[in-house]
């Protein structure tokens, strides 16, 4: 939650934007709160929308840092009573369901540390300079990454303690710092509809999303 909303051109923070009259964030935050799995959330927040009203009392609202690391600590270090398993969940995708949650905890229970991911449906390229094609790696090899990832508690915070150490500093993913321990990382199966709302065609996207869920309930 702690990012802002640079690339709509606008001051408001993504998260915090409507999506078929709810803020964004809000639609993940029901899917954890219904499922009933949790018994703490931590919302880490850009620090000048830190004041949200009407949340449960299991969840809580914390200021962010500079990056997006430094706020998956400080979210990590602010849990009232330390878990075993900890969902890391970026607010923007509001189409996670309980089913790629209850996956996620089990997996990490099993595993650690697991991503969740769907395969990769385009061709990618692999370019060094910006201006030519180096290589194309097999498709099939290749996925996209989605959020929730999951780990065991003491595994996350040590992979962050590790980074800190060793002056990482601007890691995009959690999963990174875990694969940087030497610890292997498994992932489950994702969802096409977990999208991450980073534009306006996204937001677009997002809002047909909702409404053709709803019709077909």
Known sequence: MGGSGVRFGCEVPKQFLLLCGKKVFYHPLETFIQSGFFEEI?????????????????VRVVSGGKT??????IGLQ????KPDIVLIHDAVRPFVTEEILRQNILGAMQYGAVNTCVSSVDT?????????????????ALLRGQTPQTFSYALILEAHKKAQEKKIANASDDC??????????????????NIKITTELDLQIAETIHSRTIFEI
């Open 68 to 73: 997006r690391q430094d706020s998956s600590l």
């Open 42 to 58: 931590v919302l880490v927040c850009h620090p000048e929308w830190v004041n949200i009203p009407d949340l449960p009392d299991f």
């Open 78 to 81: 602010s849990f009232t009573k």
């Open 124 to 140: 990618l390229v692999h370019s060094s300079d910006g201006e030519t094609i180096d290589s194309i790696p097999p498709r099939t």
């Open 176 to 193: 990174q710092l875990v694969l940087a321990l030497g610890q292997r990382v498994f992932f489950v199966q994702g969802d096409e509809k």
